[in-house]
């Protein structure tokens, strides 16, 4: 209801108690990946689209991270401990989550944005961005669900950051921008 609703000033006021009630539920069932997809994707969007203070962004996206890692590994196994792997060590065990963790991974993926984000000063978590980005092309592979059009949104927003010259793709950029708008009917303001 909160990512749908169209007064963000409200939601802005409204956020940090429910952030605190599922962080409540997350505590009393630390495993739990519907929780864990809701408190991560809800601190993400709070760190990312509220906060105007950097440190306090890093602090919550930081949250919002482990929350989408954790509900990544409790939905799938071999998924577990991604952080300081390597390019092809990641892609190993990415390749290994099905559709039925599509909803994790996608969490996985925004969440990882989101820090990144926060953290763009930081080159260890720019580094991360390759990997996010298989990640939500095996996502795509696996079928994105509900999430599909904003996963290719965020696949052509990575690919048309940079210029062509220092690894940009930007034609690939505009296909995924343009998928994500025919799929909405034109209804995604962002893409």
């Known amino acids: 209801a909160m990512m749908e609703q169209d007064d963000p000033v409200l939601v802005r006021e409204a956020i940090p108690s429910y952030l605190l009630m599922v962080d409540s539920f997350i505590v009393s069932d630390p495993d739990n990946a519907a929780m ?30 482990d929350y989408g890692a954790r509900a990544l590994c409790s939905a799938n196994k071999h998924a577990c401990d991604l952080d300081g792997l390597s390019y092809e060590e990641f892609v190993s065990k990415i390749s290994k989550v099905s559709g039925k963790a599509a909803d994790e991974l996608y969490t996985y993926t925004l969440t990882s944005l989101a820090y990144i984000r926060a953290n763009s000063y930081d080159y260890l978590a720019l580094a991360d961005l390759p990997k996010i980005e298989f990640a939500m092309q095996h996502l795509l592979s696996i079928g994105a669900g509900q999430n599909e059009i904003d996963t290719y949104l965020y696949l052509g927003i990575l690919n048309t950051l940079r210029p062509e010259a220092l690894g940009g793709h930007p034609e690939e950029g505009k296909m995924y921008f343009e998928r994500a708008i025919n799929l909405s009917d034109g209804e995604n303001l962002p893409a």
Do not use: C, H, K, S
């Open 36 to 65: 864990l997809n809701a408190g991560g994707q809800l601190y993400a969007a709070y760190g990312a689209a509220f906060v105007g203070d950097p440190e306090r962004a890093r602090v919550l996206t930081a949250r919002a991270r």
